[in-house]
């Protein structure tokens, strides 16, 4: 019982602030939206570059990807395809999680208290 008034107390005061919340999280998105980050897969073989609101910058092969998908062979077009799969997918991993690092910092520095899991609801 005293956990819901605990939950019914935060989210009232979350609400008041959600103006403030709000404002202060698209600061933070146009901010991020600049923000790059890398990820990659085999080894760095293959580099995916994303920005923090979910674009794809670049993709960047290695050579011995482009040798291997010149051998033509049904595996390694598969496995050329699962690297950059993997990498596209590392980059939006790390993306999300510098996005919901700014925006948790944000609202401390505002003086926001969220509730635990909210950040990723946000993102």
Known sequence: ???KLKQASQMAGMLKDL???QAKMEEVRARLAHTRVE???G?????????CDMRIDSVTLD????????SGSDADQS???RLVADAVNDALVRAR????EELGRAATESGIDL?????ERLT
């Open 39 to 41: 990820g990659g897969a």
């Open 79 to 81: 496995y050329a395809n």
């Open 43 to 51: 080894g760095g073989a293959v580099r995916a570059v994303a920005f």
């Open 115 to 119: 509730p635990p899991g909210m950040l």
């Open 1 to 3: 019982m005293f956990d």
């Open 19 to 21: 103006p403030k919340l």
């Open 97 to 100: 999680m510098r996005m919901a």
């Open 63 to 70: 050579p011995s990807v482009f040798r291997g998908l010149a």
